[in-house]
């Protein structure tokens, strides 16, 4: 599965309510979302949802005089009910790629705040008919930094592969450094794990830190470009550090969805879009 477009345009943003520094802080803010098309789903699939670091919370008018929800336990619904409804797909089943940090304090008032997200991965999987992802460095499942117990169609990945409608989605969670925090392996070990994930080849890496750019001033791991610069093919999706655009492309092949901040909604493409009318030009 290779992505052969990322429309211009954005879908759709959604607001939401960003945390400031210090009580009062707080800011509104908007969450883009774009539509990106590739070259086949598997059969009876229609799209592919794609997203991370949504470290926000609902507007006050969408709480309704409640407690403000985290941002991704209300997006699953605007999505569902709002968004993929106009975007003529069908009535196929859609997938989501999770790729870490979901959480913001409830006060609004600290950025990277560590909380529990198992709420965020629910309602994803109350909308959509699977779910697939990686925790981030701020994610915790109840009140540790320990593997989730999720049950099909939810599948959290760590070191590990799923198959989805022969579909093989590898996941590595969380970022290198220092091993005593959470979700975090020495950058020899994560480079190992990545390593190994890849020889089985998987259509989609589902990882939370990712390779940079440097050519375009992108943000990231230089060891994990390496890796998988020397790898087949493959589609990575990644959040952690923040990419002005969604989309690149690795030399000799991989490509890299960034997700930080954002909203992909991947679909197969129709027509004879490529790459070249995109927006990741170098």
């Known amino acids: 599965m290779r992505i052969t477009s990322i429309q211009p345009e954005l879908i759709r943003e959604i607001s939401f309510l960003n945390a400031g520094r210090g009580p009062g802080g707080f800011y509104r803010d908007t969450l883009p979302v774009h539509r990106g098309f590739v070259d086949t789903l598997p059969d009876g699939m229609s799209a592919i949802i794609a997203t991370a ?9 969408s709480a309704g005089g409640k407690s403000l929800r985290l941002l991704g336990e209300v997006l699953p619904a605007i999505l569902a009910n709002e968004i993929i409804p106009n975007l003529g797909v ?21 950025r990277g705040g560590s909380g529990d997200v198992t709420p965020v991965w629910r309602v994803f ?4 008919d699977w779910i697939v992802g990686v925790a981030g460095n701020h994610d915790l499942f109840g009140d540790a930094a320990t593997r989730p117990r999720f049950t099909d169609p939810v599948h959290f990945l760590d070191n590990d592969t799923v198959t989805i409608d022969e579909l093989p989605i590898a996941g590595l969670s969380g970022i290198p450094g220092n091993p005593r925090r959470p979700w975090r392996r020495t950058e020899d070990d994560f480079i190992e794990a990545l390593e190994q994930l890849l020889c089985d080849a998987p259509a989609i890496v589902v990882m939370h830190e990712g390779p940079d750019l440097p050519e375009l001033g ?17 589609l990575v999706v990644r959040g952690h550090a923040h990419w002005n655009q969604p989309f690149a492309e690795l030399s000799n ?10 909203v992909v909604i991947l679909t197969k ?7 070249d009318g995109g927006i990741h030009e170098t």
């Open 53 to 61: 670091d949504l470290q926000g919370r609902e507007t006050f008018e």
């Open 90 to 110: 069908g009535n196929g089943r859609i997938g989501v790629l999770l790729a870490g940090d979901f959480y913001t304090v409830p006060a609004l008032d600290k």
């Open 125 to 128: 999987a109350d909308e959509f």
């Open 218 to 234: 992108f943000r990231g791991s230089p060891k994990i470009r390496h890796v998988l610069e020397r790898s087949e093919s493959t």
């Open 253 to 262: 092949g991989p490509q890299v969805l960034n997700v930080d901040a954002r």
């Open 269 to 275: 493409d129709q027509s004879s879009r490529s790459l």
